[in-house]
C-alpha cells in the first residue's frame, strides 16, 4: 500500500512462485465453452441435491462387477501456448471387457421428465462434459484415434423412478478434436482474461490515496482493513458518520489486489445510495489510473427486459432474448470485459444490441469482475446467492456496508411462508393454461386445511393478544422445528414443484401470474431442507372478518429466530470479511447476531466532526410509550414547533409507527395550519420517496413527518441545509408480536437478556441510525432532539456514541433555552 498506510511504507508484493500449469476442471470448462443455444429456464424446484446424490448412489450400487464408480480423470496437456492439467470424475467406468467391446464411460443425470421432453441446450450440454470425459480417459490410456469409446447418458426420472440409457460409440480422435476445440475458446479467454488482470495488479500497486490527506480516523480504518484482507480473518468496524467508510475500505482492499493473492472483491450494501456512493468513488479511482472493472448487480425485477415491458413472450411462454441466447453471449462478454463501470445501463445497452437477457447477462459477467457491487441477498440468501463464489480457486474478500441492517435481513432470508388464499390464486390462474399444475396446487391447499385441522386437536391453540380494529378471530399454534413439521405440506410443495420442474426442463414456463407465489413455494422448499434448531413452525388460521365468506385463512411459516449459523457458513468462501456500519454496537450483541468469530477485532473509531457541531438535546419529560401515546400529542406537538421556530429550515421528526406519528400530524396541523407538512406514508413508490425528498433542498424549510428504521432514516445523505434539525420519538423498539417474542425466548434460552436482544438493542441501532442523518460534513451544524424519559436511563445512556454530549432539557422552556443557545451561542 501507500506509504501513508502501509506500516513500512514499501511496496508488499507476495511472490508465489511461477507455475504455468493451468488447473481446470471438466465441469469449469463444459460451462464456459459447451454451452449453446437457448438459455434452459432452471427453478429451485429441480431435483435437490440430495435426490442427486441418492440416485447416483443408486445406480452406481447397480453397477456390473469389475466396474469402477466416481472414477479419477487427471491428464495433462499442452495446447495453445498452455500446459493445462485437466481434472474430472466420471460416474461410473465400465473397463473394456474383451477385444471386442470398447471401454464405457456412464454419467448420470437426474430430471423429472424423460429425456426426450428435455430442453436441446441441456442434453447437449450434459453430453459435452462425457464427451470431455471420454477424451481424458483416451488420453490417460494413450488411445489412438481410432480407439472406439463408448459413451453412455444414465438419464434418471425421478417421477417415474426409471433410467432412460442412452448409448454412443465415438472414435478417440472425435473426442480430441471436441474437447481440443472447446479448450481453445477458454484459453483464448484466459489469455485476455489474464492480461486484464496484469493490469489490474498493476495499476493498484501504483494507485495513490485520492485525497490530500486521511481525515480522523480513516487511516486507522484503511491499515485495519488492509491487514484484514492481507492476512485473512474478520474485522468489525464501527465508524460514525463522516469519516468515509467507502474510500477506506475500498482503497485498502484494492491495494491488497496489487499487493497479495487477492482476486475478487464483492461490496455489499442494502441500500441503492451505497451502490452510487461505491460507482463515485470507483470513478475517482478510475480517473486517478486504476485499471478494475467493477459490476453493480440489481435486483431481477429492475433488470429484466421483460419486466420492464421491453420485450414479451412468445406464444410459448418464452422471452426471446433466452432464445440462443449462449450463441450470443461470447459476443458480449468479450465486448464488457475489463469495462470499468459494468453498471445496469451499460449491461442493459450491450443486452439490447445482442437482444440478450440484461440480468442473466451481468449474472454471466460476475466472475469476469474484480469488484462486483451487490445486495446481501447474493451471498447469503440460499435461493440467490452467486454460484461463483463457490469457486475456491480464486481468493475473495467481503465488504459488508451497513451491517447492522444484516441481522434481520439474514433472518428473514432464511424464513418462509405460504398462505392458503395465494396458493388459492395461483390454483385459479393456471385453470385454463396449465390443468395438470392447477391440481397439483388444490393438493397443496388441502394439505394446509389438513394440517390446521390437526392443530385444532388438543392441546388448545395458544390465542395471542386481540389487536385494535381486529375483527376476525385468530388462532395460532407454534412448535418448535425439530417437535413437528407439517410432513403433508411439505410433500404437496414437493409436488407442485416437481411439475414446475417438469414444465422448465422441457423449456417451458408456467403461468406468468404465479412467479412471485412459486418464488415463495421454491423458498419454502429450501429452507425446510435446512431449518434446524434456530427454526419454529408457526401456524396461523384466522376466520373471515365478512362472515359470508366461507374461506379461513391459513398459514405455515417457517421462522428463523438466528441466522449467525448461516451467515458464517457463507464467510467461510471469502479470504477476508469486513464488516462495517456506523452503528454496531454492542460489540457482545453484534458478533453473536452476525455469525462472527469471537476472537475477531472489532474497531470503534471517533467521529472526525466537532463536538459543537451536533446539539443533542435529551428530553425526558416525554413518555411515548404505548399506553402514554395520546397525553403525550401535544407534548410532542409543542416540541416540533418549538424546535422548527427556534430556526426555520429543513427537519425530520421521525415516529415508531405510522399510527403515532398520524395522531401527532393531525394534531400539530390543526395548530399549526401555517406550517406545511410533509408525511411519508405507508408503501410509497420511489417516485413518492423520490417527492417526500425534494422537498429537503437548500433554502427550503420543510417539515417531514417519517417512520424511525424506514427508507428516510438510513442511507440518505442530507447535507449541509437539507436537514438541520431531527426529532427522535421514543426507544425504537420494535413491534411486541409472536416474532420478537420468538427472538426474545431463543436468546434466554441461550443464557442472554432476552428483551435487550429483541428489543432494545435493535431499537438503539434504529435511533442512532436516525440521529446519524444529520451531520454529514465539517460544515454541517444541527440539532437531534431525543423524545422520551428511557433516553436518560443508564442502559441507554451507556450506549452512547463517544463523541455525543447530551443536554437535558425537562420542559418545553428549558428545549427553547437549549435550542437558542446552541443556534446562537
Not at 470499468?340 to 450491450?350: D, K, N, Y
Not at 474497531?603 to 403525550?632: I, K, M
Not at 417526500?692 to 417512520?707: N, P, Q, T
Request: overall charge neutral; some cysteine; glycine content about 6%.
Amino acid at each position: 500500500m501507500d506509504s501513508a498506510v502501509s506500516e513500512t511504507g514499501t511496496e508488499t508484493q507476495v511472490q508465489t512462485g511461477r507455475d504455468d500449469t493451468l488447473s481446470l476442471s471438466v465441469g469449469d470448462l463444459v460451462a464456459f465453452a459447451c454451452r449453446t443455444g437457448d438459455l434452459v429456464l432452471e427453478s429451485a424446484g429441480g431435483p435437490t441435491a440430495i435426490e442427486g446424490i441418492r440416485a447416483h448412489q443408486r445406480l452406481q450400487k447397480k453397477r456390473p462387477a469389475g466396474s469402477e464408480a466416481e472414477y479419477p480423470l487427471q491428464v495433462t496437456l499442452k495446447q495453445d501456448g498452455y500446459k493445462v492439467a485437466l481434472r474430472g470424475r466420471v460416474d461410473i467406468l465400465h473397463p473394456q471387457p474383451d477385444l471386442h467391446h470398447p471401454v464405457q464411460l456412464d454419467e448420470i443425470k437426474t430430471t423429472y421428465v424423460p429425456p426426450q421432453k428435455l430442453a436441446v441446450s441441456a442434453r447437449s450440454l450434459h453430453w459435452a462434459q462425457l464427451k470431455i470425459y471420454g477424451f481424458c480417459y483416451g488420453l490417460q490410456q494413450a488411445f489412438g484415434d481410432d480407439d472406439p469409446v463408448a459413451l453412455q447418458m444414465l438419464w434418471h426420472n425421478l417421477k417415474e423412478k426409471k433410467t432412460y440409457p442412452e448409448l454412443q460409440v465415438f472414435r478417440w480422435g472425435e473426442l480430441e478434436m471436441f474437447a481440443r476445440s472447446a479448450l481453445s475458446e477458454y484459453l483464448q479467454w484466459h489469455r485476455r482474461w489474464q492480461a486484464h488482470r496484469q493490469q489490474v495488479r498493476a495499476s493498484a500497486r501504483a494507485l495513490q490515496f485520492p485525497f490530500a490527506e486521511y481525515r480522523d480516523g480513516q487511516r486507522t480504518l484503511a491499515v485495519a482493513a488492509y491487514r484484514c484482507l492481507r492476512d485473512g480473518g474478520e474485522l468489525v468496524v464501527e465508524a460514525p458518520t463522516g469519516i468515509g467508510k467507502t474510500i477506506s475500505t475500498l482503497f485498502p482492499a484494492i491495494k491488497a489486489m496489487g499487493e497479495t493473492r487477492l482476486d475478487q472483491l464483492v461490496y455489499l450494501t442494502a441500500k441503492n445510495s451505497g451502490r452510487q456512493v461505491v460507482r463515485e468513488t470507483a470513478s475517482r479511482l478510475h480517473a486517478d489510473g486504476l485499471c478494475l472493472s467493477v459490476l453493480e448487480l440489481q435486483a431481477r425485477d429492475k433488470t429484466c427486459a421483460c419486466s420492464l415491458g421491453l420485450c414479451s413472450r412468445d406464444d410459448e411462454g418464452i422471452c426471446p432474448r433466452t432464445r440462443g441466447f449462449f450463441d450470443r453471449l461470447p459476443e458480449a462478454r468479450r465486448h464488457l470485459l475489463g469495462q470499468p463501470l459494468l453498471t445496469p445501463e451499460v449491461i442493459a445497452r450491450e443486452a439490447d444490441r445482442l437482444q440478450l437477457c440484461p440480468f442473466e447477462l451481468s449474472l454471466q459477467m460476475l466472475p469476469w469482475a474484480d469488484l462486483v457491487v451487490c445486495d446481501f441477498n447474493y451471498v447469503f440468501d440460499p435461493l440467490v446467492q452467486m454460484q461463483s463464489l463457490r469457486d475456491q480457486s480464486r481468493q475473495r474478500a467481503l465488504l459488508v456496508d451497513e451491517a447492522h441492517n444484516l441481522s434481520d435481513r439474514a433472518r428473514s432470508m432464511y424464513s418462509a411462508s405460504i398462505t392458503r388464499s395465494d396458493s388459492r390464486r395461483a390454483a385459479a390462474d393456471c385453470k385454463a393454461s396449465h390443468p395438470g399444475l392447477r391440481r397439483a396446487i388444490q393438493s397443496l391447499v388441502r394439505a394446509l386445511d389438513k394440517w390446521v385441522t390437526e392443530k385444532r386437536e388438543p392441546p388448545q391453540p395458544i390465542l395471542p393478544p386481540s389487536r385494535a380494529g381486529e375483527s376476525a378471530k385468530s388462532e395460532l399454534w407454534i412448535t418448535p422445528f425439530e417437535e413437528g413439521f407439517p410432513v403433508g405440506v411439505s410433500g404437496a410443495v414437493q409436488k407442485v414443484l416437481m411439475v414446475v420442474s417438469q414444465l422448465w426442463e422441457q423449456n417451458q414456463s408456467p403461468p406468468e401470474a404465479i412467479t412471485d407465489w412459486l418464488r415463495s413455494l421454491f423458498r419454502f422448499q429450501t429452507i425446510e431442507q435446512l431449518a434446524a434448531e434456530q427454526h419454529h413452525c408457526i401456524t396461523r388460521a384466522e376466520s373471515p372478518a365478512n362472515p359470508d365468506s366461507r374461506w379461513r385463512e391459513q398459514e405455515v411459516e417457517l421462522l428463523c429466530v438466528n441466522a449467525a449459523e448461516y451467515l458464517q457458513q457463507a464467510y467461510q468462501q471469502f479470504h477476508g470479511v469486513i464488516v462495517f456500519s456506523a452503528t454496531l454496537r454492542p460489540a457482545g450483541y453484534i458478533y453473536q447476531q452476525l455469525g462472527l468469530q469471537p476472537a475477531s477485532p472489532y474497531l470503534s473509531l471517533p467521529s472526525p466532526f466537532q463536538p459543537e457541531q451536533l446539539g443533542l438535546l435529551l428530553c425526558p419529560y416525554v413518555d411515548t410509550r404505548y399506553r402514554a401515546r395520546h397525553q403525550a400529542t401535544d407534548a410532542l406537538v409543542d416540541m416540533v414547533a418549538r424546535t422548527f421556530h427556534s430556526r426555520p429550515g429543513n427537519y425530520l421528526v421521525f415516529f415508531p409507527s405510522y399510527r403515532f406519528l398520524q395522531q401527532v400530524v393531525e394534531r400539530f396541523a390543526a395548530l399549526f395550519p401555517e406550517i406545511p407538512l410533509v408525511q411519508q406514508s405507508s408503501g410509497s413508490s420511489d417516485q413518492q420517496r423520490a417527492e417526500f425528498l425534494a422537498h429537503f433542498g437548500e433554502g427550503r424549510r420543510s417539515l417531514g413527518f417519517a417512520i424511525m428504521g424506514g427508507v428516510f432514516g438510513e442511507g440518505v445523505d442530507y447535507v449541509g441545509e437539507q436537514l438541520v434539525g431531527t426529532i427522535v420519538v421514543g426507544v425504537g423498539l420494535p413491534q411486541v408480536n409472536e416474532e420478537q417474542e420468538l427472538l426474545r425466548g431463543a436468546a434466554e434460552e441461550r443464557g442472554e437478556n432476552g428483551f435487550d436482544i429483541a428489543y432494545r438493542y435493535p431499537g438503539l441501532t434504529r435511533v442512532l441510525q436516525t440521529a446519524g442523518r444529520v451531520i454529514r460534513t465539517e460544515s454541517d451544524r444541527g440539532v437531534v432532539i431525543l423524545a422520551d424519559y428511557r433516553f436518560a436511563d443508564p442502559f441507554y445512556r451507556s450506549l452512547y456514541p463517544q463523541h455525543w454530549q447530551p443536554q437535558i432539557c425537562n420542559n418545553g422552556t428549558a428545549l427553547t433555552d437549549a435550542l437558542d443557545q446552541f443556534w446562537n451561542p
